[in-house]
């Protein structure tokens, strides 16, 4: 008796679970529609994240792909009233290109704005550019660290479901993930944090030797809006910062 009553019980769990994930799953893709919608009507000006007078790191955002920069705005916020200096990296458009390219243009900001020492915020495929950035600059002191949501350091396997070029990198066995995947120096200057649900990385986002922070979110762009994530992405930042 005790033994079907356990039965049932873990069922429940698991039909509970399901269902938990199927409706973050459906929020998911309302939160996104909302932000792209956002982004296509211009959003707010870059500048009005930006303290130069601040004594802390700058802090330059990195999106993930098909987002601009004003899908990272709830963490923007965020950054902004804890006295950061946040750079929106607008060139990087809709982040559409190679990781390679992206971090050339992400370089590009650098230089041109006289950045010193900067902490690297990203959503999913932009922590692939700052990975790669990190691996440039592992002898200075220019990029401190990397703080990242939900990002596919191990690729996806839906990648294969969707075969539009830009998606390639996200396969498993990209030659692009193996290169990042064998810098295994940088990990310790990487905060990775992501939750309990990702429907796009089955996997998860966890890294090895980083600093892996796993919460009880859901979805892959709905925790970019959740108070939660906003204080662990602070309190990474914070800790590369010192």
Known sequence: MEMATSGTQGRLRVASELG????AWGRDYIYALRRQASGLRGGPD????RQPESQKPAVLLLPGIYETWSFMLPVADVLREAGYDVHAVVDLGYNGGTIEDMAGLVEGHIRREGI???????????????????TRHIDTDL???LVTLNTPFEGSPLARLLPLPALRLFLPRSPELAELGASLEVNRRIVSIYGRFDP??????????AHNVQLGSRGHFLPL???????????GVEQLGD
């Open 143 to 145: 990029i401190l660290g």
């Open 116 to 134: 010193g020492r900067c902490v690297l915020v990203a959503h999913s495929k932009g922590g692939l550019i700052g990975k790669l950035l990190l």
């Open 225 to 235: 809006g959740k108070a939660q994530v906003h204080e662990a992405i602070l309190e």
């Open 46 to 49: 870059p500048q009005a994240y």
């Open 20 to 23: 938990l994930n199927l409706a």
């Open 200 to 209: 796009h990385i089955p996997g998860g986002s966890h890294l090895e030797a």
